[in-house]
């Protein structure tokens, strides 16, 4: 009888037995009562210093978590514990704030656990290979890509959807409904991050459907883009007078916050103004009005980063994945 025997016997992964046997409080009551009567019925005696040089050497995988606030993050992590459960993997995350250093966290986190490989879920698209020469193991990014940065193609493999596809997809269902007056809220223009991106999709948009860009109407709002930013943002954009019909705003949370922006001042969504996000928060599916917005697969995009992790672990070529996100019609956009 060995860990995987007890493992396929209870319906769970090697390492929830091994989580069980090691004292780890991340485990139902119910599954653990059910390995500790199966270990206890079949008599199994964990091999203590065997277990524990498998795990350092051969089945740990480390996941930084950058931004521990992101509802869309916590979608994404869900799927990787469950994957990398499937396949008999310990996965130990580390959560930082959104203005930490991923690469050191994720490098101390590789020393300190010995991990096998890394998954960096949110992070920074301008590394460069002297940054990431800290990190020993394969890594996928996950959710972003190195844009600007400097790294070689194949020296990283990332899972994520384009950003700035998707943003110009967004501002041209608005453009589709007639709207020619399009406000847009973003971090930055020019942060090298996927604020500008998306703004750049934003533009791009626009200039292939003949609508001149308006300086006016981009509200840059500066900070982690938190709704308290997004909502000042909105106030901003009002107080300056200017006309719009639609306003594009970079993620689901930050677009409710401007949305309850516009309704404390009088303007109806989406009578007097239509809006439009990207993410695809469950959330924003509840609320009123119903979120119109682009939605980012976020089990896809877990599912991926570890397929694509192990590939590379087991001697495959390093990979980037694009995904398409799917438009979600909502009630906060209307035709003119």
Known sequence: MTIKDIAKACGVGVSTVSRVLNGRPDVSPEVRERVLNMVEATGYIPNNSARDLGRSQTDTIGVVVRGMGNLFFSRVLNTIIQETDKVGYTLVPRFIDSDDDEVKAGAVLEREKKLRGLIFLGGRFDYNPEELSLVHVPYVCCSFTNSFGSLAEDAYSSVCIDDFRTAYRAVEKLIEHGHRRIAA???????????????????????????????????????????????????????????????????????????????????????????????????????????STMVQPAEEMGRESVKLLLEVLKGGPNRHIRLEPAFREGASLRSL
């Open 185 to 291: 809220l973003v971090p930055s223009r020019a942060d090298h991050s996927i604020s500008e991106l998306r703004f750049e999709g934003y533009k791009a948009a626009l200039a292939d459907h003949g609508i001149p860009f308006d300086e006016a109407l981009v509200v840059e709002c500066g900070g982690c883009f938190t709704m308290p930013e997004a909502y000042e943002g909105m106030e901003d954009l009002l107080d300056r007078g200017c006309d719009f019909t639609a306003a594009f705003v970079l993620s689901d949370t930050t677009a409710l916050a401007a949305i309850k922006a516009l309704q404390n001042r009088g303007r109806r969504v989406p009578e007097d103004v239509s809006v439009i996000a990207i993410d695809g928060l469950q959330i924003s599916a509840y609320t009123t009005p119903t979120l």
